[in-house]
């Protein structure tokens, strides 16, 4: 059964190509890495995040500022799914973020409720120049007026079926699939 | 730090007696990343925005109330303070009544302190809403004691194994009970000391050592809670005079230097200075005081967060008895 449940979109070559070139977009629109801040959603854009920094520093010379955001205390679902008890811990670079173009990074822009919740979290913490939004996987189905500026992969998915980015930190490799709803990860 | 284990809490929180320690664990793990919020310039996250939280104090308190405050509104919730005096509680209102009168104007929680233990208990069973205890009588104050486990798992890294020994009046004392129920709960050895008449008879019973001499306390302890010798509760001549108490009981630098391993000072406020604890230790290096008051809104946040979460149908299950 497993066989079927799970498709493989792009594995970890064509991940890393992806990153290779989301990187270079994302200096090309900073015009290089100066004020330049990645900012990962937690917990797989936070890993995308030091992906795409590595890349940026090898194609730059050092790497941009990075952080990570958590978006737990944001989210608008809390009377629906209950509290989710893991909060992470939302960091920022020393600097901040007032004035920078700050990079939100995403492992899937699906309903753009995440990118929303991440959005509000960012002007808590100070006024970006600019916010950008860079994602690896992009579907359909959203909620909201959100748009993403950078794109690793466009897929086309039916309803049921989940689009996953697995990082190699947390799911022990690097790939984007298509699961069943059904299975539960 | 992330919890191995998501133990839901249900609808109310009225003492630590009866959670498990994996319920105790969620709320403390739950507290870390609030304490950052309190760190932000912005110190405020939206995610209970909307709600509407009733603070009901019938005894007077300022840091607990305050600190409730200030946790509520860190979570964007809407609040509203109602003290004994200037209510209709002095009209002779009974507690349902007031309870039931907030309700009528679509309250989402209540945060209770009240002088007769069971009160929160009373409170929670009547209403719908989420009920939090401050302090019930001498019951329990579950707050302050995750707020004492919060801050010794800080220092120490752990509480399972630690030896914590609560000094003082543990006889009147709501804080000691929800100390003690929490510590053992998460696998410490718990000790009390005191005058006889100001320990109730039978503590053993609850599993505790008791020690007689503050010095054999100090002798055995990792950690002291040092209590408030109530003094408004003192007209029962439970001690001949204060300055007796501190010569034979009070925390003193001198008996925390003859200790033989560095011990933890914490004290639940506020602080009866050169009575129960001496200003050179209040103030020393090993007591982390204000650390606990600092912890403490962070572990408030925690439970509110937690509780609020739930969708009414989960907090009807959860007072059936069943899980949210």
């Given at each position: 059964m497993a066989f079927t449940n799970r498709l493989p979109l792009m594995d970890e070559a064509a991940v890393r190509r992806a990153l290779a070139r989301m990187a270079r977009e994302i200096v090309?629109?900073?015009?290089?890495?100066?004020?330049?801040?990645?900012?990962?959603?937690?917990?797989?854009?936070?890993?995308?995040?030091g992906l795409l920094a590595e890349e940026i520093a090898?194609?730059?010379?050092?790497?941009?500022?990075?952080?990570?955001?958590?978006?737990?205390?944001?989210?608008?679902?809390?009377?629906?799914?209950?509290?989710?008890?893991?909060?992470?811990?939302?960091?920022?670079?020393?600097?901040?973020?007032?004035?920078?173009?700050?990079?939100?990074i995403d492992d899937v822009l699906f309903t753009g409720r995440t990118v929303r919740a991440a959005l509000n979290e960012l002007m808590d913490w100070g006024r970006p120049a600019r916010v950008l939004l860079c994602v690896l996987a992009e579907r359909?189905?959203?909620?909201?007026?959100?748009?993403?500026?950078?794109?690793?992969?466009?897929?086309?998915?039916?309803?049921?079926?989940r689009v996953e980015v697995l990082v190699p930190e947390l799911d022990g490799r690097l790939a984007v699939e298509l699961v069943a709803t059904e299975e539960v990860v | 730090m992330i919890p191995s284990v998501h133990a839901p809490l249900g609808k109310d929180l009225?003492?630590?007696?009866?959670?498990?320690?994996?319920?105790?664990?969620?709320i403390l793990d739950t507290a870390e990343p609030f304490k950052e919020i309190s760190e932000r310039r912005i110190k405020k996250v939206p995610v209970l925005r909307g709600k509407t939280i009733v603070n009901l104090f019938f005894e007077p308190s300022t840091r607990t109330r305050v600190s409730f405050e200030f946790a509520e509104k860190r979570l964007s919730a809407d609040t509203v303070n109602i003290s004994s005096s200037g209510s209709s509680v002095v009209k002779g209102e009974t507690l349902v009544d007031t309870a039931r009168n907030l309700e009528a104007m679509k309250i989402d929680m209540v945060v209770?302190?009240?002088?007769?233990?069971?009160?929160?208990?009373?409170?929670?069973?009547?209403?719908?809403?989420?009920?939090?205890?401050?302090?019930?009588?001498?019951?329990?104050?579950?707050?302050?004691?995750l707020l004492d486990l919060l801050t010794i798992r800080d220092h120490r890294g752990k509480i399972e194994g630690l030896r914590v020994c609560i000094v003082g009046d543990v006889l009147h004392s709501r804080v000691a009970r929800?100390?003690?129920?929490?510590?053992?709960?998460?696998?410490?050895?718990?000790?009390?000391?005191?005058?006889?008449?100001?320990?109730?008879?039978?503590?053993?019973?609850?599993?505790?050592?008791?020690?007689?001499?503050?010095?054999?306390?100090?002798?055995?302890a990792d950690v002291l809670n040092v209590l408030r010798l109530q003094l408004e509760r003192m007209e029962g001549g439970f001690v001949p005079s204060l300055r007796e108490y501190n010569r034979i009981y009070g925390v003193s630098r001198a008996r925390l230097e003859a200790a033989p391993r560095e011990v933890l000072?914490?004290?639940?406020?506020?602080?009866n200075r050169g009575v129960e604890i001496d200003s050179d230790v209040a103030d020393g290096p090993?007591?982390?005081?204000?650390?606990?008051?600092?912890?403490?809104?962070?572990v408030r946040m925690a439970v509110l967060y937690l509780l609020a979460g739930g969708a009414p149908d989960k907090a009807e299950a959860a007072k059936q008895g069943g899980e949210a």
């Open positions: 090309e629109r900073n015009a290089g890495r100066e004020g330049l801040v990645l900012m990962g959603i937690r917990r797989r854009g936070d890993v995308l995040g090898g194609a730059e010379g050092s790497p941009p500022s990075v952080g990570a955001l958590d978006i737990t205390l944001y989210r608008d679902d809390l009377a629906e799914v209950g509290p989710r008890p893991v909060i992470g811990e939302t960091t920022l670079p020393p600097a901040g973020i007032d004035g920078r173009t700050v990079v939100i359909d189905g959203r909620e909201l007026p959100i748009q993403a500026d950078i794109v690793g992969r466009r897929v086309d998915v039916p309803p049921d079926r | 009225i003492g630590l007696e009866g959670l498990s320690a994996d319920q105790i664990r969620t209770m302190r009240h002088g007769a233990s069971g009160a929160a208990r009373f409170l929670a069973e009547r209403i719908p809403s989420n009920v939090v205890n401050a302090g019930d009588g001498r019951h329990e104050h579950p707050t302050q004691g929800s100390n003690i129920f929490g510590l053992l709960a998460l696998g410490a050895e718990v000790a009390v000391c005191g005058p006889r008449t100001l320990l109730p008879v039978g503590i053993e019973q609850m599993g505790v050592t008791v020690f007689d001499r503050v010095e054999a306390a100090l002798e055995w000072v914490l004290h639940p406020g506020p602080m090993q007591s982390v005081i204000l650390n606990q008051v600092t912890n403490g809104v962070a």
